[in-house]
């Protein structure tokens, strides 16, 4: 058992994540150093709630994502990777320090300060001689604190408008670590009109969760011609590196904070919320076309990124770097509070495993709406922690069943999801009689996970993160009509 407080780094000594030549051959890969011992640059191409599996990678029959696609043809595409949190600065805060999102503290709800003296891989490349940069959203939203030289700059690294100015401003011989964060496809969907006019609306596969409405197969044309704009935004710098010679040198990751904006997507344990795209290429070191099924978490990124530039982790992290021979076969998930959407400021904590045949999820204080207070209370609206679209006024309005009770309807204590039979996650099967025996094996995995990491809901009911404060802003504006 650990006693330590949320938000203290380093919980637990399980291992860290040693740079390891010989793992890296046993797994495919050779040696990440050249013959010129060049560290290798480390581009990070960030979508904001783009989930899986919308790539034409992954089987999507609409979107097109020719970089994604190129990305998983001369490297490596990961078919079950997922964020840890479906929640964006947790999720963030996830990615910069390898840490699921309970041992960072305050970080797991959405505006929730991060402990600058936790290490973030950004911070240790910097210190290894690497020039950092950010280009658009990196750890957001919330409010960042001054770093160490009294700076108060993203976590991500300093701001550049572009590659070329990022590029302009590295010094002679540097290797660089870049954060591109865009800010699509993000709601509203109003970008990337050019690419939606393109889509075949005939060919949308609408999830279960949803009806087959006009305002639903708006709002996902709408999504995917972001998704196809950032797509092309991030195909436009790989030519740029290209052209620079950099680009065989160049460790890509192209991936996303977590999934959708659509009802029963972002700030849920579904799939939908939290299963994102996931490709990596590095030439001569990453055997090209492989096709991963194992699952990956956005919190192996920092310990891959440490290993590739040839830095031991500082210490214990929950990722595994993705260079490794480790082959994780399942996936733990939570979340606790997003948006301030409760009276009372209260979160919607959930623990949870996804397995490659189950998804069980717990939800710790079922008697709250799972989406957010049927008024408006602080945040976004009435269900606020499902944001604003065509598709949610219209679940408000009709009330069509079952998806109305689907997205906003209150929860039992526990769901069980047969994902052979039910991919869409659609009927809980927790209270069945003949499923209690995998109902109980998931869930001592699930509290034997929380007792290892830590977890201060281990030791029962805590009120830590309904306390911390939110500073999100209060919603202004009006729900679409």
Avoid at 44 to 69: E, I, Q, R
Wanted: hydrophobic share 35%.
């Amino acid at each position: 058992m650990m006693d330590r407080r949320p938000g203290e780094q380093l919980l637990a000594k399980r291992g860290a994540c040693a740079l390891s030549r010989r793992s890296l051959l046993a797994a495919g890969f050779p040696a990440i150093l050249s013959a010129q011992n060049r560290k290798p640059n480390i581009l990070l191409l960030l979508g904001d709630n783009w989930a899986a599996p919308h790539a034409s990678a992954l089987g999507d029959p609409v979107v097109k994502t020719p970089t994604f696609d190129r990305l998983a043809r001369e490297g490596v595409v990961f078919t079950h990777a997922f964020a840890p949190n479906p929640s964006c600065s947790p999720s963030r805060s996830s990615l910069l320090t390898g840490q699921t999102t309970h041992r960072l503290g305050a970080a797991a709800n959405l505006y929730g300060p991060l402990d600058p003296n936790i290490p973030r891989y950004p911070a240790l490349l910097e210190d290894a001689g690497y020039f950092l940069g950010l280009i658009g959203k990196g750890w957001a939203p919330g409010t960042v604190p001054p770093d160490r030289n009294g700076r108060t700059r993203n976590f991500a690294g300093d701001s550049f408008p572009d590659l070329n100015a990022f590029l302009a401003a590295r010094p002679e011989g540097k290797p660089f670590c870049l954060w591109f964060g865009s800010h699509d496809p993000h709601v509203p969907w109003d970008r990337g009109q050019s690419f939606k006019k393109n889509l075949d609306a005939r060919r949308l596969r609408i999830p279960r969760n949803l009806p087959d409405d006009p305002s639903v197969r708006g709002d996902m044309l709408g999504y995917y011609g972001e998704v196809a704009q950032f797509d092309h935004e991030c195909g436009e710098m790989l030519e740029i590196l290209r052209q620079r010679g950099e680009l065989d040198n160049t460790l890509i990751v192209m991936t996303s904070d977590n999934g959708w904006q659509l009802p029963r997507g972002l700030a849920n344990c579904y799939d939908l919320g939290v299963r994102i795209p996931l490709a990596m290429r590095f030439p001569d070191r990453i055997r090209k076309g492989q096709v991963r099924r194992d699952y990956a978490s956005i919190y192996d990124l920092a310990p891959t990124f440490l290993e590739a530039a040839g830095i031991a982790a500082p210490g214990p992290m929950d990722g595994r770097s993705l260079f490794s021979s480790f082959r994780r076969k399942e996936i733990f998930l939570e979340r606790e509070r997003h948006a301030n959407v409760r009276k009372g400021n209260l979160s919607y904590p959930i623990r949870g495993i996804r397995t490659e045949d189950f998804l069980y999820l717990r939800n710790l204080d079922p008697d709250r709406w799972p989406a957010g207070d049927p008024e408006f209370y602080w945040a976004v609206g009435p269900y606020g922690d499902v944001d604003d679209s065509q598709s949610k006024q219209y679940l408000m309005r009709a009330k069509p069943q079952p998806y109305f009770d689907l997205t906003f309807a209150k929860r039992p204590a526990e769901e069980l999801f047969d994902l052979r039979k039910d991919p869409d996650q659609i009927t809980n099967l927790a209270a069945q009689p003949s499923m209690q025996a995998t109902r109980q094996k998931l869930a001592a995995r699930v509290d034997a996970w929380m007792r290892e990491t830590g977890d201060p809901r281990a030791k029962g009911p805590t009120s830590f993160w309904d306390d911390v404060p939110y500073t999100g802003p209060k919603f202004q504006g009006k729900p679409l009509d």
